[in-house]
């Protein structure tokens, strides 16, 4: 019976080859969209799921005065094991702020190079999650000071093939230098994780041991990232309601001197890739969102092109009728039919399936490339098997109603000829291509408004000049301590303008903040202000704006005890910019009061990207707040650029012999903070246009069945002297309104949702109604190109060839 209804399908294919073709193209687009979406899906979630008793694992996180920290206080890890029994093990994991590269050189020095994504932590970080060891023993292997585990890529560069456990690597960052001994090599096994470890380094080190034990203070929010496993997952809810208590007892005193209020609550490690989103994330971290609008848009253009069969099948019902009167005169039962007409689509669907195989070979690539991925069809194997599932859910979603309305065919009707196809029928086609187009629309409007949005940010006044600015990491000891002489030596470059250095630049995570009050107030009336620890060129080379007061220099030895604010922190402490220079603010440090002199104000400049308000910020030369200077600004001229950066190169090579040379560029590292919105941005357009393609494929033959219809009618207009002009706009009009009413349904809809993903930012565009009127026009016009193609095909036919038999 199979055999018969594939054999059937199979010459309907062939007598109805270009419909058929249009049908397996559109299916073939669909499939191959909605898997290369769903790959992409699979790996979003795959975070974080290798972990043993992952469901136990959770993360320690702060809401500071309405504010949500990652980050967390020194002593919470000890805390938490000491007072609930419920917590089986606690470890702590820590970033040091302003290094983000770590310079590696061999015992010999020979082998050096940078490596990114370094963290210090707890000897029981294996303890709690799960890495698949190479070389070394992951029970012991940080429980040693000094002791450092790296990956199999570090291993093999650093020492080829050979087990480098027990081998040294000397790590140099801008405070030390250490030996750290190699205890552990880690697999690459493809897992995903929210740290993106390259390098693990005991916390109990020469370097960053005594700091890490020195952070006692329970009101500072420090860099810790604190992890802990409990006995039974199901407790977490019992614990997070004891924190509260928790915290009063523990911090009570710290939290009474800095007059702050912090309330702590946990994050389930399977929700913290996807679902966190807070200040002080270790890297940056997917967003659920995403998932979801690629999820919908991968359902629905496999819909859209589902409709394309749906409304050929069903508007091409007349040439089947007969074939169905006679089926059932002889006796063939409905679910025969039903049967035929379903195993009919499977085939179509199987067909695409095998079209869209060799187009994901071929566009895996540039997919991975939009999305900085490198999915592989074999990284999940179980993708063959939801491909296999997808192409028959497409040819049973694709085949149903087409079915079931080709098989309820009376036969007494359809043998004597009098076989129309049905109004509801008609009004069913006319809604799915209602669907088809507001959905691409829909699509359109929304690459449209993150376009405009993207070109909004990067256009952006910042405040500051991020043009032709070169950032040079001083991620060494010596580049940190040569930083003077390195830039007199490039001083003497006519290209270089200017020179400075800070502890962060703008664009950049700054992780450093304190609260002060203002005269006449107290510590319950504190400011929560980030500050950069600078040199006196700094405000100069970036361009920032003094509004009032002036900068540093030299020549003021009292500047090491003074501060230039921007505007919105003397708006908050309640100065006036016009009077605040020579004014006072406070911190009570612990047991001691800190007083700062504000000596000048610079207007507000985005030091965090567009996505944020722009916070109360300080700069200061003090080297109480930061004592390293961990990057270098260089204002340049433009022209030869590559000449330029050979000439910083070479100074730099001079004074630093043992640092290698790095750069980039302000205005690049700047806009990397929406490097996922703009890969949205690019997915959406490429979305919206495939979705157009399907559409206008399914609209392609609807119109050529529309032609084909209304052949005599045609001829005998023409013979009456209609016009080509004439016929054409006939033929075009239905369609075009049906594409009119999909602009109408599609606007509300997507302004609602724009306007939602615009609350994302902080600062953003306007959604205009120009774009509306631009996404409309598009659609109209790409519609009446596809349809006038058939249109004026039949305007042009021979009204003697269509009437000849009449």
């Not at 069913?428 to 699509?443: A, C, D, E, P």
């Not at 409309?776 to 006038?788: E, P, Q, R």
Request: proline share 3%; hydrophobic share 45%.
């Amino acid at each position: 019976m199979i055999r018969n209804y594939l054999k059937i399908g199979w010459r309907s294919l062939l007598k109805n080859k270009v419909y058929s073709a249009i049908n397996v193209l559109g299916l073939a687009i669909g499939i191959t969209t909605c898997t290369l979406i769903t790959l992409y899906v699979m790996d979003e979630i795959s975070y974080d799921k290798h972990h043993v008793d992952g469901e136990r694992i959770f993360r320690m996180a702060s809401d500071v005065q309405g504010d949500k920290w990652v980050a967390a206080p020194g002593p919470l890890a000890a805390g938490l094991k000491r007072d609930f029994p419920e917590v089986e093990q606690v470890t702590r994991l820590l970033r040091m702020p302003g290094i983000d590269k770590f310079l590696l050189k061999n015992a010999t020095g020979e082998k050096q190079f940078y490596e990114t994504n370094g963290y210090y932590v707890d000897s029981t970080f294996f303890q709690i999650f799960t890495y698949d060891f190479k070389y070394g023993d992951q029970k012991t292997a940080l429980n040693q000071p000094n002791s450092i585990v790296i990956t199999e890529e570090i291993a093999g560069k650093m020492f080829g093939n050979a087990n480098p456990v027990d081998k040294i690597i000397n790590v140099n960052l801008p405070f030390a230098v250490t030996a750290y001994t190699v205890k552990g090599v880690l697999r690459n096994n493809g897992h995903k994780s929210h740290i993106p470890a390259n390098l693990l380094l005991s916390m109990n080190n020469s370097d960053v041991g005594q700091w890490a034990k020195g952070q006692t203070d329970w009101a500072s929010n420090n860099i810790f990232h604190t992890y802990f496993k409990l006995k039974n997952e199901e407790q977490a809810a019992a614990l997070e309601g004891k924190l509260g208590a928790f915290l009063k007892r523990n911090g009570a005193a710290d939290f009474k001197v800095m007059q702050i209020s912090k309330k702590l609550f946990i994050q389930p490690l399977k929700d913290i890739y996807l679902y966190s989103n807070f200040d002080f994330e270790i890297a940056p971290n997917g967003n659920v969102k995403y998932l979801y609008i690629f999820g919908s848009v991968a359902a629905f253009l496999l819909l859209i092109a589902c409709i394309n069969f749906m409304n050929l099948s069903t508007a091409r019902s007349e040439k089947r009728a007969k074939e169905v009167g006679i089926k059932k005169v002889v006796g063939a039962a409905r679910s025969a039919l039903v049967g035929q007409f379903l195993w009919e689509s499977l085939l179509l669907s199987m067909l695409a399936l095998l079209i869209s195989l060799p187009f994901l070979e071929l566009l895996l690539p540039l997919f991975n490339q939009l999305t900085n991925k490198t999915l592989t069809l074999l990284q999940h194997p179980e993708i063959y098997g939801y491909l296999f599932a997808l192409t028959i859910i497409t040819g049973l979603l694709a085949g149903f109603y087409p079915a079931f309305y080709l098989s309820s065919f009376s036969p007494i009707a359809t043998l004597k000829g009098r076989f129309k196809n049905n109004i509801p029928a008609i009004f069913v086609r006319k809604g799915l291509v209602v669907f088809q187009f507001t959905v691409s629309i829909v699509l359109i409007l929304g690459a449209i408004l993150i376009s405009q949005q993207m070109d909004y940010l990067r256009n952006q006044n910042l405040g500051f000049s991020e043009n032709q600015k070169l950032i040079l990491p001083l991620q060494t000891t010596e580049a940190g301590q040569n930083y003077r002489t390195f830039k007199n030596e490039i001083a003497n470059i006519p290209q270089v303008k200017s020179s400075a250095v800070g502890s962060t630049y703008p664009g950049i995570e700054n992780v450093l903040d304190m609260l002060f009050y203002a005269e006449g107030k107290t510590m319950k009336e504190n400011v929560d202000v980030s500050f950069a620890n600078i040199d006196n060129d700094y405000i100069k080379t970036l361009g920032i704006q003094l509004v009032q007061g002036r900068g540093f220099s030299k020549e003021f030895t009292a500047d090491s005890n003074a501060l230039v604010l921007n505007e919105v922190a003397i708006k908050k402490l309640g100065y006036n910019i016009n009077n605040a220079v020579g004014k006072k603010i406070y911190s009570d440090f612990h047991d001691r009061k800190i007083v700062m002199t504000i000596i000048g104000v610079v207007k507000d400049y985005h030091f965090e990207s567009l996505q944020q308000e722009i916070k109360p910020l300080a700069l200061t030369v003090s080297p109480f707040f930061s004592s390293t200077n961990t990057y270098m600004i260089v204002d340049v001229q433009g022209g030869n650029y590559g000449a330029l950066i050979g000439k910083i190169g070479d100074a730099w090579k001079k004074v630093n012999p043992g640092s290698p040379f790095e750069y980039s560029f302000l205005d690049n590292d700047f806009q990397k903070n929406y490097e996922k919105e703009e890969r949205t941005s690019r997915l959406i357009q490429y979305f919206s246009l495939i979705g157009i393609v399907i559409a206008c494929l399914g609209l392609f033959g609807l119109a050529t069945f529309t032609a084909e219809q209304r052949t005599k009618e045609i001829g005998i207009r023409k013979v009456l002297g209609a016009s080509v002009l004439g016929i054409t706009t006939l033929l075009s009009g239905d369609f075009l309104k049906l594409v009119f009413i999909s602009i109408l349904i599609a606007t509300p809809i997507s302004w609602w949702a724009m306007n939602k993903w615009l609350e994302n930012f902080a600062f953003k565009t306007t959604v205009s109604w120009q774009i509306f009127v631009v996404a409309g026009i598009a659609a109209i016009l790409v519609a009446f190109i596809t349809i006038s193609f058939q249109s004026i095909k039949a305007a042009l036919t021979n009204p003697v060839k269509t009437l000849k038999s009449e």
